[in-house]
């Protein structure tokens, strides 16, 4: 059973470009989260999707950042007109079911995309 | 905002040696308590958990030991080997997110070396 899968490891994108990463949930797993790491840094949590739903985009800035996760196909977390202090890694994680009621054990993260922004 | 902090941001052991990572949280009504570890280039992963109306919590190899009185959190490594080796991360739930792990409040996390 592959684990989680993030796609690419690493990307570079210029100042003003877009950047895209993907994540495919373990099979079976139909919630996902995405969180960003910078350097040194433990992780925030920016949205959490499931299939079709945006459920919970708290952490996720207002502007240029987009998340999805459709019927068919992986997750996308779009980040428009990117700046440097876009620049870090990140996670996706994916669940059986929403890990409330303190069920951390089953969230398993992807191994992150690190977008560096010159 | 209230969050969870290190008190060692680097600990080298040498193999076979017991380690053991220390963790203060400053909302004294948090009621979870998470460890992951992190290799590099790694996402990371669930080491072991604890809630509050518990002291101590034993796992393969690891047992994480919680003093609520002073608001602290220690993860223990029993036999230490060289594939500990990886920043290990706090966590806590603070009480106005219980029950919703994407909430959690991550610490700085903490670089374990082992040394062969």
């Known amino acids: 059973n592959a684990g989680v899968m993030q796609n690419p490891r690493h990307l570079v994108r210029r100042r003003g470009q877009e950047a895209r990463l993907r994540c495919s949930p373990m099979k079976g797993h139909s919630h996902v989260y995405w969180y960003r790491q910078l350097p040194e840094e433990g992780l925030k949590f920016m949205v959490y999707?499931?299939?079709?739903?945006?459920?919970?985009e708290s952490g996720m800035p207002k502007e240029r950042f987009s998340a999805e996760f459709p019927k068919e196909g992986p997750s996308i977390l779009r980040i428009q007109q990117v700046v440097r202090g876009d620049s870090a890694a990140y996670f996706c994680?994916?669940?059986?079911?929403?890990?409330?009621?303190?069920?951390?054990?089953?969230?398993?993260f992807g191994p992150g995309t690190r977008l560096t922004v010159l | 905002g209230e969050s969870v902090g290190l008190h060692l941001p680097t600990l080298s052991v040498q193999e076979g040696d017991n380690s053991i990572i220390n963790c203060a949280y400053s909302?004294?009504?948090?009621?979870?308590f998470i460890w992951y570890k992190q290799e590099s280039g790694k996402g990371p992963q669930f080491i072991i958990d604890i809630r509050s109306n518990m002291d101590k919590r034993q796992g393969q190899r690891v047992t994480v030991l919680l003093n609520k009185t002073v608001k602290h959190l220690s993860l223990q490594i029993a036999a230490t080997q060289p594939g500990d080796s990886a920043v290990y991360f706090c966590a806590e739930n603070p009480p106005e997110y219980a029950g919703n792990n994407r909430k959690l409040i991550w610490g700085l996390g903490t670089s374990l070396a082992v040394n062969p």
């Open positions: 909302n004294s009504a948090s009621d979870y």
């Open positions: 999707l499931q299939k079709e739903n945006i459920i919970d």
């Open positions: 994680a994916s669940s059986p079911y929403e890990t409330s009621g303190r069920a951390a054990d089953t969230q398993y």
